[in-house]
């Protein structure tokens, strides 16, 4: 797959990805380099990384907890401590090694470690590959809610090789999914139709592909003032809803895309009541959606907690909750205002 070139970085893909790493180690003269990495990456995909890698500078290891609740400020002070005890500087790289919340948290830490230090994403989940490690977001959680402390910051560049998908479990395989499905929701007809007319999907060319959507996106709109807000499709509700789940004693957590997948049922109905989106095309859509993840038990004593979750969406302006719609496939309308009666009803609509 060709290399995609974006304004501040390249995204390199498979081969190319240790091709174009190993020439930006010898081109540039890094101090230390460190890998950032949690348990899983550790055992599954370090020692391939390594196997490619080209340098004669001294190599650290970090290793941080994996999980959304790990993804916090007390896990940035860890690393943060530990790139200082190993004398890192400003001409030191961090290599964030793992799914979203490795580069998330991995580039956050870089970008403000000595007011900033050079990072490289290398995603290996499917999310982390189309969504986490494309547009130069960085962040954590403050508590259970969502990238409440971050900023806009592109690495070196993104390197993905889609062979480490082999070591994912299926529901992360799953979680993934969501990301590409609203790709085509918000983006193209085309795309979305893909997910819906074969029985075996060729991931290497629907990541390039999702890639590609993103990456248009975010260049029209870096610093997320209008059509960038539109990748928030079915995030207002699904980051409250997985902050809810993460948080609730009783709730089994969910994973990113499967809390985006409700979102996206639910921003589906609203559209159909407020923008004109078609109930027909709507309740299709909505079957696709519960055959790939299935349902999870939201009940009606769980709505108004959910509700009340919205106030600390990152789109939220001069108070007000605002919503990305469709009203149509691959057109889309921002900063729309719902009441919690429809919320309410789209709820209910997601458990019919």
Request: hydrophobic letters at 40%.
């Amino acid at each position: 797959m060709k290399s995609i070139h974006t304004e501040t970085y390249p995204i390199h893909f498979n081969s190319n990805c240790y091709i174009a790493l190993n020439t930006h180690l010898k081109q540039t003269n890094y101090s230390l380099i460190f890998i950032l990495v949690d348990e899983n990456t550790h055992n599954f995909c370090l020692t391939k990384f390594l196997q490619q890698v080209e340098t004669t500078c001294t190599i650290e290891i970090i290793e941080i907890e994996s999980g959304e609740e790990h993804k916090t400020i007390e896990t940035c002070v860890g690393v943060w401590n530990v790139l200082s005890e190993l004398g890192a500087d400003r001409k030191s790289l961090i290599i964030n090694l793992g799914g979203g919340v490795v580069t998330d948290l991995g580039g956050f830490v870089a970008s403000t470690f000595k007011r900033g230090i050079h990072y490289i994403n290398v995603p290996t989940s499917l999310l982390a590959m189309v969504d986490a490690s494309v547009g130069g977001k960085t962040g954590v959680d403050l508590g259970h809610l969502k990238n409440q402390i971050g900023v806009i910051n592109s690495g070196e560049m993104v390197l993905i090789d889609t062979s480490f998908l082999e070591t994912l479990p299926e529901n992360q395989m799953r979680s993934g999914l969501a990301e590409m499905l609203k790709h085509g929701l918000i983006y193209s007809r085309d795309y979305w139709n893909k997910f819906t007319t074969t029985d075996r999907l060729n991931y290497n060319d629907l990541i390039y592909e999702s890639v590609i959507i993103k990456n248009e996106i975010v260049t029209q709109d870096p610093q997320e003032e209008n059509l960038r807000k539109t990748l928030n499709y079915g995030h207002t509700l699904g980051h409250a809803i997985e902050s809810y789940f993460l948080s609730h004693p009783e709730k089994e957590a969910l994973l990113h895309g499967e809390a985006v997948a409700i979102g996206m049922v639910l921003a589906n109905y609203i559209s159909t009541e407020l923008t004109g989106f078609s109930k027909v095309e709507n309740d299709k859509i909505k079957t696709v959606i519960k055959t790939i993840f299935g349902e999870v038990t939201v009940l009606p004593s769980d709505y108004e907690a959910i509700i009340e979750l919205l106030k600390y969406d990152k789109k939220n302006e001069h108070g007000n909750i605002n919503f990305v719609l469709l009203e149509e496939m691959g057109k889309t309308k921002i900063n729309c205002l719902v009441s919690n009666t429809i919320i309410m009803d789209a709820f209910e609509y997601y458990r019919a």
